[in-house]
């Protein structure tokens, strides 16, 4: 037996729904912290967001124009987290 309609969509969803967990103990883990942290935090997520956007946006090009698919979607979720993981020992500061 395999579902079909709404509840083939709501079992789509299921697997998202711990992402807007990590998302919700971030926004707490930032809500908790002194300035600095948070700060710092800030400009670290910005600095991820920024890069996650630009190579999703390279390898959307990439697989438009050579009409392959090199990743999934739902990977750049963990893509904006790697680029958080690189780009977190290069911003030490608020500024």
């Given at each position: 037996?395999?579902?079909?309609g709404?509840?083939?969509?709501?079992?789509?969803?299921l697997?998202a729904l711990?992402?807007?967990?990590?998302?919700?103990?971030?926004l707490?883990?930032?809500?908790?912290?002194?300035?600095?942290?948070?700060?710092?935090?800030?400009?670290r997520?910005l600095?991820a967001?920024?890069?996650t956007?630009?190579?999703?946006?390279?390898?959307?090009?990439?697989?438009?124009?050579t009409?392959?698919?090199?990743?999934?979607?739902?990977?750049?979720?963990?893509?904006?987290?790697?680029?958080?993981g690189?780009?977190?020992p290069?911003?030490?500061?608020?500024?």
């Amino acid at each position: 037996m395999y579902p079909t309609g709404p509840l083939l969509y709501a079992l789509a969803v299921l697997p998202a729904l711990p992402i807007g967990g990590t998302i919700v103990t971030f926004l707490r883990f930032i809500e908790r912290s002194d300035e600095f942290i948070r700060a710092m935090m800030v400009r670290r997520v910005l600095i991820a967001m920024g890069l996650t956007l630009f190579l999703s946006t390279v390898i959307g090009f990439i697989e438009n124009f050579t009409e392959t698919q090199l990743i999934e979607r739902y990977l750049v979720y963990p893509m904006f987290w790697a680029c958080f993981g690189l780009a977190s020992p290069f911003i030490r500061g608020s500024k």
